[in-house]
C-alpha cells in the first residue's frame, strides 16, 4: 500500500495501549529488513530517516526505498523524518515525499518551541503529513545530535500539555530519561511524566532512546501511554556483529553480499522482538 502518515496507526494504539517502532533506515539492507519483519509480525512501523542517513543515502533515494517496501506490504508503513532541524527541512522532506515528519524544537526556548511547531504543524497538516514535536532535551548521541547527560533536560508536564493544546502535533516526543544510544546502566524512567502527560492529551507520548531499555520498562512506559518507540542502535549493533564475525573468520570474504545478507537477517531478528514487545505484531 501507500505510504501513509502515522495517523493511521497512531490514534489506535494509544486506544488500544500498544505501541509502533520508528525503526531507522541506514542503506537497503535496513529498509529490506524492517519492511520484512513488519509483514512476518502484521505490525505497522515506521521508517525513521534523520538527516544524517538523508546527507549518506540521499533525500530521493530514501523516498524510493520507503515508498517501494511500502508499496510491496499490505501493512500500514509510515516514512517519518526524525529530529528534522528547521522548518525548511521539514518542508524539503515533505516535498520530497516523506508521509510524516518531527519538528525538533526543544533547544529554542519554551514560546519559540510553540509558535515554530505550530508553523510546521499547519503547512503538513494541509497536505495530510504527521508531525511529531519535541519538549524536553533528550540525552545521548545519535548522528548529528550529541547531548551530555548534565545538559540533558527533563519535560515538565504542565508545559508539555500545555504545548500540544497549543501546536496539536499528532505525537508528543518528552525527555523522560531515556537517552539516545546504548546504556551503559539502567535508565531512570520517570514514569510519572509520561502518566501525566498522557492522560491529559489526546497524542501519544513518544519515548526516544529505546534501544538498551529493558523489556520491563518498555512494557511500563506503553501501559502508562507511549504508543511510539524509536529504535536505532540496537540495530546497528546487531548488524554489526554480525558484519565483524563474519570478515574475522572469513578474510578472503569480499562479496558484500555475504555479510550484508546475514546482517539483514540479524536486523529483522531485533525488529521483529521489539514488535512483539511493543504489542504492535497482528495489529495492522
Not at 41 to 53: C, K, V, W
Not at 263 to 276: D, F, H, L, N, Y
Amino acid at each position: 500500500m501507500p505510504l501513509v502518515s502515522m495517523n493511521a496507526f497512531l490514534p489506535q494504539a494509544k486506544k488500544e495501549g500498544f505501541a509502533v517502532g520508528q525503526f531507522n533506515v541506514n542503506n537497503l539492507e535496513f529498509v529490506q529488513a524492517i519492511i520484512e519483519a513488519g509483514k512476518e509480525e502484521r505490525s505497522p512501523l515506521i521508517f525513521g530517516a534523520s538527516e544524517g542517513a538523508i546527507r549518506y543515502m540521499g533525500l530521493n533515494n530514501v523516498v524510493a526505498l520507503a515508498k517501494a517496501a511500502a508499496e510491496e506490504a499490505d501493512v500500514p508503513v509510515a516514512l517519518h523524518l526524525d529530529h528534522g532541524s528547521s522548518f525548511e527541512v521539514v518542508m524539503k522532506c515533505i516535498r520530497a515525499g516523506f508521509s510524516s515528519v518531527m519538528f525538533d524544537g526543544s533547544h529554542y526556548p519554551f514560546e519559540e518551541n510553540i509558535r515554530l511547531t505550530k508553523k510546521v504543524v499547519e503547512a503538513a497538516h494541509a497536505v495530510g503529513v504527521s508531525v511529531e514535536g519535541e519538549l524536553g532535551t533528550i540525552g545521548g548521541v545519535e548522528d548529528d545530535l550529541n547531548v551530555s547527560e548534565e545538559d540533558a533536560a527533563l519535560a515538565d508536564p504542565d508545559q508539555a500539555i500545555r504545548f500540544w493544546e497549543e501546536t496539536k502535533v499528532d505525537a508528543m516526543a518528552i525527555a523522560v530519561g531515556t537517552a539516545h544510544g546504548m546504556y551503559k546502566g539502567e535508565p531512570k524512567i520517570r514514569y510519572d511524566i509520561i502518566e501525566k502527560v498522557a492522560s491529559q492529551i489526546e497524542a501519544p507520548i513518544v519515548l526516544h532512546g529505546g534501544s538498551g531499555v529493558p523489556d520491563e520498562s518498555i512494557q511500563k512506559a506503553v501501559s502508562l501511554g507511549v504508543g511510539k518507540i524509536n529504535v536505532n542502535t540496537e540495530n546497528q549493533v546487531a548488524m554489526v556483529k554480525v558484519v565483524r564475525e563474519l570478515l574475522d573468520n572469513n578474510p578472503d570474504m569480499i562479496d558484500p553480499r555475504k555479510y550484508l545478507g546475514p546482517a539483514r537477517e540479524a536486523i529483522k531478528k531485533t525488529v521483529k522482538a521489539k514488535m512483539r514487545l511493543f504489542g504492535s505484531s497482528g495489529k495492522a
